[in-house]
């Protein structure tokens, strides 16, 4: 079985270019908008103006269907505690939610965490998920 690692889950740290502020929404401000408009399919952005800055509300609408049942466990609440992507349904690039958790999670591809890193965006946090 070939197995890959995959990027995901956006959590804050600090208010530079992201911030979640539920499960759903994340504040982004507009250097973090302009270096992804690559992917906005992935997202619908609603103009958010704070007193020192204008920023976004970034609510992730791409929702897909690339859990593997089989290898990943849910927990009693019928989320998922342990997350393994099929990897013949993972999306090529981009950000997406899982139908199993579209609430909580955010995932991204390879190429979103390196465009991040190459722009220097933070606020964002990236854990690897094994892709079977």
């Known amino acids: 079985m070939n197995k890959?690692?995959?990027?995901?889950?956006l959590r804050a740290k600090t208010f530079d270019s992201a911030m979640p502020i539920s499960s759903t929404f994340t504040v982004i401000s507009t250097p973090f908008d302009e270096t992804l408009t690559g992917f906005?399919?992935?997202?619908e952005l609603l103009p958010l103006t704070l007193v020192v800055r204008e920023?976004?509300?970034?609510?992730f609408v791409n929702v897909?269907?690339?859990l593997n049942r089989d290898r990943s466990k849910m927990n009693e609440f019928g989320g998922v505690s342990h997350v393994v992507f099929d990897s013949s349904k993972v999306p090529d690039q981009g950000?997406?939610?899982?139908?199993?958790?579209?609430c909580t999670l955010i995932f991204c591809t390879e190429n979103v965490?390196?465009?991040?890193e190459r722009n220097s965006l933070s606020g964002v946090d990236f854990d690897a998920f094994e892709v079977v």
Request: with cysteine; charged share 35%.
């Open 55 to 59: 920023y976004y509300l970034c609510n």
């Open 4 to 9: 890959r690692k995959i990027d995901a889950t």
């Open 64 to 66: 897909v269907d690339c």
């Open 40 to 43: 906005k399919s992935n997202f």
């Open 113 to 116: 965490r390196k465009l991040f």
């Open 95 to 102: 950000f997406f939610k899982i139908r199993e958790d579209n």
